[in-house]
């Protein structure tokens, strides 16, 4: 398998995770196609590098959080954004129930480790060892820190009004 | 998985994942345009890329000459933006859909969740869940099979659970008891378990267990579709449905002059918000997105954004107007807005909310009062393999 192969497999095996990843964590389709375009360019540079299987996934996820947190420091960029992707990143839009604000509000307050550990096991629907390998932590740490950040978002909606939870499925 | 989990994916802010489209794909072939660095030869460039301010100017220069070499490599295709319309995320959401492969089945599997809230004694609220389903076969010389479940109920929100965990947790509680319908308030096994979907192994007596389920068959001669809310419909009507808005209008005022013969006192307006029952029926999708694109025209339409359903789905919220009521006890009524969600993927209809319009009557604005869901079993298939199992046949 060329180099070329492997990215294109990789990209076109993963892209929907981390456009949903980026979609998560930034507030507009711009900045959700720097991320992407970052990663997948961080990706095809050091192709070689990226793990094979399921592991290539969260390999992309720990770059992901990398470019982010360059995008938070205020390095701006507009990356390759063709008229094309920005429709298809703008389509999703998504709101939050209003039912659910206050949740959202509660969320929000977390500090930024506690909402990306919450995020990471709730949307990523990653376990305690992926995400200690998406944080570069132990297992250990990425658990203990996914219970503390659970009881400070509990103890946040205790404050709250009425809290409501639909039932899954 | 617990309730701070689950509230937590409720919020998800992107709760389903885009398709490679066309976008993605020249994202691609913009980064594949430039060959990739051997990292042996650059040890340090994980670093050097993603700390060094120098080297993610760097890579904004790529990237701004990949933006140069996609642009000008682009001259077959040139990206075309079309203005925003109201409702554009249906209008999207129709063009995503109509050219997917359409499939087909002698039976239609249609699979419906229904919930209600209702007042325990004016302690709490318990959500009563119910859940029947159809089997109608595509020609109408097969029988149709119908298969409900007795009710079951869990509290309906975490407040209502602890009240209830307070005073006592009781096993079982009065049910509904409609005015004008029937007048013994029958017991409901109340839990604070799953009762919607999953296994009936799982669920014990919840909805859909063996436990008080009942079924028929027989046959239905004239083959009229069981959801007669637009309008009665053979399977063979429904196969042959407009997949045009223009034509699909045309046949929907047919309708409604139907309707308003048989006494129904509506306009067009009030009328056209009904036919997104039709995104429950099997319809292909070419038809469904003529139906989406017919109600994203409809003045009262309006996208909420992308919520879940009541079985835990990403859907694309939509609110057609106007707001009915909920009963909530033999004596009280709750004024509640509906919303109906749809499937991203395949435009049909996920569920019809009804959310308390406001604070009062022992509700909380926002909070779900009712609900019917399509399970995730619905949809084309083959006959049923025998009668449902354990199920009393005539209930």
Redesign the interface.
Known sequence: MTQRDRFKAVYDMHYSAIQQYAARRTSSPEDTADVLAETFLVAWRRIGDVPQGDKALLWLYGVARRVLANQQRGASRRAVLTERLRDELAAVRTVTPVELDHVRKAFDELPERDREVLALACWEGLSGEQIAQVMGCTAIAARTRLHRARRRLAALLERQPLTMVMRKA | ????????????????????????R???D???A?E?????RLPH??LR???A?AA?AA??A??VT??VT?VTS?TAAP???TPSRPN??LY?LADRIERLPASSGAYWRDVRIEGNAWSAGGRYMI?VVERRETWQPRDPADVVIRRWSSAAA?P????DERAWRASGAPAQVAGPCYVGGRTSCRPVPLSDG?????PPSARGGGVGGSKGCGYSSGLEPRGIYPDMTVAEFTMADLSGFPARPDALLKRLHAYHELSTARGFAQSFEEFLPVTVNLLAMPLGPAQRAAVIRVLAGSPSTKV??????????AGL?VDFGGTGSQLLSPDRTATVRDRHILDPGTGELLASVS?AARTGAGV?????LGYRARG?ESGWTGPPARAPEGCKRGG
């Open positions: 998985m617990n309730d701070i989990d689950d509230l937590v994916q409720a919020i998800d802010p992107a709760p389903y994942a885009l398709p490679l489209g066309p976008g993605a020249e994202l691609r913009a980064i594949m430039d990739p660095r051997r990292a042996r460039l994980r890329i993603l700390l301010p993610t890579v904004v790529l990237v990949l933006v996609l682009l990206p075309v933006l554009q995320e999207d959500m869990h309906a929100t975490v407040a799953d009762v919607v979907g999953g909420v954004g992308t919520v879940r359903d009541p079985l835990g789905r919220s959310y909380s604005e926002g909070q779900v995730p």
